[in-house]
């Protein structure tokens, strides 16, 4: 498989140097498709191709990469009327590296098996500066033999790759990250509000939990990155992504009966912070929400009590 043809569809915040990064490492054509044009700017300076259309892509790929918006996307990216598997010549397997519902990627697997095409949910995690440096780690969901002969191309974007079981698994991994990931941020920054009221400047503070058993990777990211010095750039993971995921992990949550009280929790926190003025923003905003007090835990029920 390393020296099939590539597609890759998506050319975003994480796609863009994802597609990239392929393209200078692989040894066979890369043929990469996105709805809007600037979106290839990325590519140049590369052998990678431009397609004009998803049905361009599946002519020329064996192996085609994905890196879309969510479930919605994927499904009909992959079996919409004019998506991957509806022409007469399709790819012989498809790698979604995007974050959805794990019901939404089993769904697209059995789709896609009932017309001879494998698939793998294979959705990544850490930053964009990780994505450009080819530094991501990737939770892939799929059979053990189509694990073994994407691994190497995975490889191209990632230095850790993790098969995480059957299609869907790559999933659950993921949104179980991504969920530690936004309730430690909320835990955090009510910390540094509470330590600087308190008479501690964040910086110290970060600094000494850092040495100690508190420290961890939002800490040393999200917190020193964008909560110390308060900066929340557009065009960053913004709190209306978070509460996609969120919402995710809390329909997983329902369909296994399993209890995310912690997460429930920090959805109202991101809700009010994609309502109090950084819909749009880096969603460590959240810590400018929780200094002005608003949408605290006592502003509605706590998941789970009743008045």
């Known amino acids: 498989m390393s020296e099939s043809i590539i597609g890759f569809v998506g050319l975003g915040v994480m796609g863009g140097p994802m597609c990239r990064n392929i393209a200078a490492k692989h040894g066979a054509e890369v043929i990469a498709f996105d709805s809007h044009a600037a979106a290839f700017d990325i590519l140049e ?6 397609a004009g259309s998803l049905s361009e892509v599946a002519d020329a790929a064996d192996v085609v990469f994905l890196s ?3 479930g919605p996307a994927v499904e009909a990216v992959c079996l919409g009327p004019d998506g991957l598997s509806s022409g007469m010549r399709q790819p012989k397997v498809i790698v979604d590296l995007s974050t959805t519902t794990v019901a939404s990627a089993r769904a697209v697997g059995r789709a896609l098996a009932e017309r001879n095409i494998e698939f793998a949910d294979a959705p990544v995690a850490r930053t964009r500066e ?3 440096r080819g530094e991501l780690s990737i939770m892939v969901g799929a059979s053990e033999s189509l694990f073994t002969r994407i691994a190497p191309l995975l490889r191209y974007i990632g230095t850790d790759v993790t098969h995480c079981g059957d299609i869907g698994c790559g999933q659950v991994v993921k949104l179980i990250n991504n969920a530690l990931v936004f309730e430690h941020t909320v835990a955090l920054a009510e910390m540094m509000v509470l330590g600087e009221r308190a008479g501690v400047e964040p910086a110290t503070l970060l600094d000494a939990v850092s040495k100690g058993s508190g420290d961890s990777f939002v800490l040393r990211n999200h917190g020193r990155k964008a909560m110390l010095p308060r ?9 209306e992504y978070v509460l996609k995921d969120i919402g995710y992990v809390l329909e997983l949550a ?3 009966e399993s209890s ?3 997460a429930e929790l ?4 991101y809700e009010a912070t994609a309502r109090e003025g950084y819909a749009g923003r880096y969603f460590p905003a959240v810590i400018e929400v929780i200094d002005r007090g608003a949408a605290l835990p006592g502003d509605r029920d706590l998941p789970g009590t009743s008045t």
């Open 266 to 269: 920090a959805q109202t926190y």
């Open 130 to 132: 990780a994505a450009q």
């Open 254 to 256: 329902r369909q296994t």
């Open 68 to 70: 879309l918006p969510g």
């Open 231 to 239: 900066t929340f750039p557009e065009k960053s993971f913004p709190p």
């Open 45 to 50: 300076g590369t052998t990678a191709r431009r």
């Open 260 to 262: 995310v009280r912690v």
